[in-house]
């Protein structure tokens, strides 16, 4: 179980490394559900490429593909983005808290320094 | 990108701050979260040589981190593996992950620049610095608050 949880979050990343996966993401956390035509439409790549990265999101469960009649609309798994979200965050405040209480260790440290060298 | 990156100015100087990353008394002073002095501390300041810190956090529960020293360049930057072997993030554990800090000297003092990178994969990381954050925030806005450092 654990390492699964680890080995999906390590595919999460992977799939955020890419600057279009990550616009596509933004787009449809702003927009709900678009089809593959419209989230294509702002970048220059071609539509295959598009449906590459699409695969790529999809696999690791960032977002799911719905057929509607001809076309095929995109949305993204709700909560699908929380453990990456809470890993960043959860270490975020971890090493924020610790670096607050080295700058006061170190200040206090130079100080004295500053005492001892007048 | 799967790394987690702080900067933080600090009013001293680099060999000073540089001190407090190196040495057991150093790094139980800061290390942990919450404003406790470590339970124990040790650290092998040389290439290959291991550190371990225990310490509590508001909660009462201990934890303790371990690793090894793979890089130390004085006074600019220290490179460690890190793991949990007690308590900690549990989808963690087990789980080496690599810590980074530089030292800048500036006016005021030391710039210290942390980086946390969870994965082996740093070229993924690197190859991808900027336009992540933003995304991030942005996601992140989406979702409530969860958890904050917690051991289940």
Known sequence: MVNYREERLDRVFAALSDPTRRAVLSRLARERALSVTALAEPFEIKLPAVMKHLDVLAEVGLIRRAKTGRTVQV???A??????VLWLRRYERFWS??????A?????????ADERGR | MNEVCLVRRIAARPAIVFEALVTAEGIGSWWGPDDFPA?????????GGRFRVRFRTADGLEH?????????????????SWRWVHGGMIEERGKVSRLEIRLRAI???TELTLVHSL????????????GWDGALKKLTRRFPAGPEFSTN
């Open chain 2, 119 to 130: 994965l082996s994969s740093e070229h993924s990381a690197r190859a991808h610095e900027g």
């Open chain 2, 64 to 80: 303790e981190c371990a690793g090894e020293f793979l890089e130390i360049e004085k006074p600019g930057r220290v490179v460690m």
């Open chain 2, 107 to 109: 006016d005021t003092g």
């Open chain 1, 104 to 112: 006061a260790y170190a200040e206090a440290k130079e100080r004295k």
């Open chain 1, 79 to 84: 909560g699908s983005l929380k453990p990456a």
């Open chain 2, 39 to 47: 339970l124990s501390a040790e650290a092998d300041a040389r290439v």
């Open chain 1, 97 to 102: 808290a610790s670096l607050d209480r080295l």
């Open chain 1, 75 to 77: 949305e993204m798994v």
